[in-house]
């Protein structure tokens, strides 16, 4: 049923389907907003004690501990906090381990942060594109035969999931010895992953870890050594590790929001293995109410490479979107409007939004199309 008539006291917050910054976990937002003015045993805010101070080191320490656990990182990979974002790695990384190699980088493009991607790496050395699937519109990932990988390369670059396209990998792509690079800004924690597959797993926290800010970077020991020493410090894996993050004032609030989190991920879900039961468990309700439509809904990936963070979908004209957007905003479900390159909706679900909210909008979106339909 729709729910109608006036919003209860708990039901003030509204179900926000952004695709980043996105939702973040209510009781993460609520511990925060306790401890806001002053950490406990602290006497100040997160925001306003050192970054080489003993509590924020236990944060810091924490975070990362919990990164390790979540995702059984092994001893030989460094985790490092960042500024910059994602695009700051697209860049980052090949100038670290492509730059001055003589060698060339693969790059497989599943959409726009792919391309987004390989344009920046092109600024640091040779590229080569081993699958493209702009033909199709992005609507998928490649099969094995149909990557032309190089033996040689420096290292093989994909986007585990295209937020804009709602394209996602469900395992790890293999790319023999090559190290492999990963963009997972949007889908990081979203189920337990094979780190040893990874030279390099990057992910800008703002879509499924924590708020903007801060840049989660695995990356392996033996990639860290690469980084040269003429580059400028806060752009070289080597110094930002060895300095354990700690060149500069790192984004602070972030990193302690990152670790509320992971410590939600531990204790309240009970693991990534139990985040993607619920992860598979949303997308299906959505998925479900497209598939069964009979062509009133319109999803844009294939089946078999859908997303489980990112659903976009449209329906057959465009007349009807203003209704479905302000019918739905009735409803609290909000920033629903699909990317300008695909169109539509765009439902982003990520880790922390609740499943009530992805059952109220799929319960809105048929009522919606018995309306219209």
Same mark, same amino acid.
């Given at each position: ?9 708990? $039901? ?17 937002? $609520? ?120 033996? $040689? ?165 465009? $007349? ?54």
């Amino acid at each position: 049923m729709i729910r109608k008539g006036k919003q209860k006291k708990m $039901e003030k917050r509204v179900y926000n389907f952004a695709a980043g910054p996105a939702v973040l976990p209510l009781s993460v937002l $609520e511990q925060a907003q306790r401890d806001l003015v002053c950490l406990p045993g602290c006497g100040m805010s997160i925001m306003e004690m050192s970054h080489r101070s003993a509590p924020f080191t236990e944060v810091i320490e924490s975070t990362e501990a919990n990164l390790r656990k979540l995702l059984s990182i092994p001893d030989n990979y460094r985790v490092l906090f960042l500024q910059g974002g994602a695009q700051l790695q697209f860049a980052m990384a090949p100038m670290n381990i492509l730059r001055g190699t003589g060698k060339t980088a693969d790059y497989v493009l599943t959409g726009t942060w792919g391309k987004k991607a390989m344009g920046q790496a092109k600024t640091q050395g040779p590229v080569r594109v081993a699958w493209d699937g702009g033909d199709e519109n992005y609507s998928r990932i490649p099969k094995a035969d149909e990557l032309d990988l190089n033996p $040689e390369a420096a290292y093989v670059h994909v986007t585990s999931n295209e937020t804009i396209q709602g394209v996602q990998f469900p395992t790890e792509l293999e790319a023999g010895n090559v190290p492999l690079l990963c963009d997972s800004s949007s889908d990081l924690l979203w189920k337990p992953v094979d780190i040893q597959k990874y030279g390099i797993l990057y992910a800008c926290a703002q879509k499924n870890v924590g708020p903007a800010g801060v840049t989660i970077v695995i990356i392996r020991d033996d990639l860290v050594e690469m980084s040269a020493d003429d580059l400028p410090v806060m752009l070289n894996y080597k110094k930002l590790s060895d300095a354990k993050s700690l060149l500069n004032t790192p984004p602070c609030f972030a990193i302690y929001m990152v670790k509320l989190v992971t410590e939600w991920l531990l204790n309240e879900v009970g693991g990534l293995d139990k985040m993607h039961e619920l992860n598979q468990k949303k997308a299906q309700l959505l998925y479900d109410v497209i598939d069964s439509s009979g062509g009133f809904y319109l999803g844009h990936a294939k089946p078999e490479c859908r997303s489980l963070m990112n659903v976009p979908f449209r329906m057959q004209t465009d $007349e009807l979107d203003k209704q479905f957007m302000d019918g739905a905003a009735e409803q609290n479900l909000v920033t629903l409007k699909g990317h300008r390159s695909v169109g539509g909706f765009r439902a982003s679900i990520y880790n922390a939004m609740p499943l009530e909210g992805v059952q109220l909008l799929a319960d809105f979106m048929q009522d919606f199309q018995k309306k219209h339909g």
